[in-house]
């Protein structure tokens, strides 16, 4: 008889960490766009077996291993290090700031895609909190979530959000007789509105959000 195929093993967050080091550096060379770059980043993140990360990097080629140059013994000693030209300091100071945005999408990749409740990527998105939720995950990345919770509930937001901001207003304000839900909102280069139901029924996030409009055009005309 016929052995039934055996699973594939499962891997773990350092075979994954390799991956994505492959990939960042495919995007420094210029082999895959930024856009590209984001997409098998998070796919990597997500990533359970072997096979999975190996579709990831098929089309790339191997990196190169570091080569070690032993020189003579009687070869003279460098001389003086001259400072590097005024461009090329820029271009160095310029590639510092590429890797740490760089560095800061991966890791709210990483928080984004382990949202349980809703995530938004590049769009929008809204999640509903049930009647019995006590607690809420969501996970926004260049785009914008809106989170509506029953009119009997009031807000304590967590999470991190870097290079963006989260709203709460009426759904946040202490009150008798409310129970508390935790929103933990991680993400970035984005927004989260969190708002009650009837918030939402009225539009109220309507006007505030072209006051935001419009106090950005203000500040803009300053």
Do not use: H, K
């Amino acid at each position: 008889m016929d052995q039934p195929p055996q699973p594939e093993i499962r891997i773990g967050d350092r075979e994954r960490r390799e991956v994505d080091s492959r990939l960042q550096q495919a995007q420094a060379d210029g082999m895959l766009t930024l856009l590209e770059y984001d997409e098998r980043a998070a796919a990597c993140w997500a990533a359970r077996t072997r096979s999975e990360l190996d579709a990831l990097t098929s089309d790339l080629p191997q990196s190169d291993q570091a080569e070690t140059t032993v020189l003579p013994v009687d070869t003279p000693a460098p001389g003086p290090v001259e400072a590097p030209p005024a461009g090329l300091a820029r271009r160095v100071v310029g590639g510092v700031v590429t890797a740490a945005l760089v560095g800061t999408g991966l890791y709210l990749g990483a928080q984004v895609i382990t949202a349980d409740d809703g995530v938004s990527v590049f769009g929008s998105g809204v999640v509903q909190v049930g009647a019995d939720q006590q607690r809420v995950e969501v996970g926004m990345l260049f785009g914008s979530i809106r989170v509506v919770v029953p009119d009997d509930v009031r807000v304590r937001p967590s999470g991190t959000v870097i290079f963006g901001s989260t709203r709460c207003e009426e759904a946040c304000r202490p009150g008798p007789g409310l129970r508390e839900v935790v929103v933990d909102a991680d993400g970035g280069f984005g927004s989260v509105n969190i708002m009650r139901q009837s918030e939402l029924d009225r539009g109220d996030f309507g006007d505030r959000d072209r006051n935001s409009d419009r106090d950005d055009d203000s500040d803009d005309d300053d």
